[in-house]
């Protein structure tokens, strides 16, 4: 298991260096020039001369980018052009509430889509499975942003249950411990602050996960109908076991490697995915911060940004296939 793991992480590497290397070049080509967001509209051509020059963007483009993997590779993605500090600090200030916002519509996406399309397959050509497809097909389908912008109108603006956007209310004075604002909440015992990060957290997470529900629904019921057709279900009930026994501890079990997998996999989507929610509910997120920083053609700050969203999709699926093993004894990896 180990050495599988090491092997893992040793084949991201590459990975890692091209994307660096693809975003590095694309940012290349990409129209304005960085230094005008590091000096004022009255610099004169020697100011940004010598800018240019403390910032390195002098030299080569090639040569910078090799600077720029040398410093990565421990752990120095140098220093934001907009916020003139690390990025790497910038970037830990902002994932957090990324990964809260992620996890929420994670969960909320799995207790709704896994039931609904086991109860889908347990009873097919019923009105539960055309429930279950027109919710799996309205929540594909429909944009995230279109959502978004509804629930706003309807909870933030008409009943008024809801905030519209932000993810704490101005003077919480919640002491940050770990930059999760439900879990410091919890380790404080500020069930105030909870209550208000809960509510700040509905809407988002709802619409990040709307998506996510339609093709976990869907997902699931597929696969759970393609599992009770197996011949262990028709041996499961010849024995006499009561078909919800049949249902959730053999077909659904069975089903749970391809359920696990789509979950890895949208959840990795959903934090690279959540620039558009981010940006619709002011959440100040990692995803939001990207789009700041393509408009201030911050090159550090993206290729980071790039970088931590390809480390945790990798780690994602790594876990994936780590979990496959706790699922279905039968799966080994080496």
């Known amino acids: 298991m180990l ?32 230094v005008s967001m590091l000096v004022s509209d009255e610099a004169t051509a020697e100011e940004k001369a010598r800018i240019r020059e403390a910032w390195g963007l002098d030299q080569p483009a090639p040569l ?31 994932l957090p509430a990324t990964i809260e916002l992620a996890v929420a519509a994670t969960l909320i996406a799995v207790f709704i889509g896994i039931p609904l399309g086991v109860l889908a397959a347990a009873r097919p050509g019923t009105m539960w499975d055309a429930i279950a ?21 309807l909870f933030a603006g008409h009943l008024h249950m809801l905030p519209s956007g932000g993810r704490e209310p101005w003077g919480m004075e919640l ?16 069930w105030d602050a909870l209550g208000q990060a809960l509510k700040h957290l509905a809407l988002p997470a709802i619409v990040l996960g709307t998506n996510m529900t339609g093709i976990i629904t869907q997902l699931t019921r597929a696969s759970v109908m393609d599992a009770l057709g197996e011949d262990f279900v028709m041996t499961a009930r010849a024995k006499g076991l009561s078909g919800a026994r049949v249902l ?6 069975n089903a749970l490697v391809g359920v696990v997998t789509i979950v890895g996999l949208e959840f990795g989507a959903l934090l690279s995915g959540a620039m558009i929610v981010e940006t619709v509910f002011a959440w ?17 700050l993206i290729v980071g940004l790039v970088l931590t969203y390809t480390t945790i999709f990798i780690l994602v699926n790594l876990i994936i296939d780590i979990l496959y093993t706790v699922i279905d004894p039968r799966i080994r990896i080496n």
């Open 175 to 190: 002491e940050p411990i770990t930059g999760f604002l439900i879990l410091d909440a919890l380790l404080q015992g500020r």
């Open 3 to 34: 050495f599988y793991i090491a092997r893992r992480l040793a084949g991201a590497v590459p990975v890692l260096l091209v994307v660096a290397a693809l975003i590095f070049t694309l940012m290349q080509f990409a129209p304005g020039d960085a």
């Open 133 to 153: 497809s027109a919710i799996s097909f309205a929540g594909i389908s429909a944009p995230n942003f279109w959502i978004g912008i509804l629930l706003i109108l």
């Open 284 to 300: 100040p997120g990692i995803g939001s911060l990207l789009v700041q920083g393509i408009g201030a053609r911050d090159f550090p």
């Open 248 to 253: 959730w501890r053999h077909a659904f079990r």
């Open 64 to 94: 910078q980018f090799a600077n720029f993997v040398a410093k990565a590779v421990v752990g120095d993605f140098g220093d934001s052009f907009r916020y003139k500090i690390p990025v790497l600090d910038v970037i830990a200030t902002r």
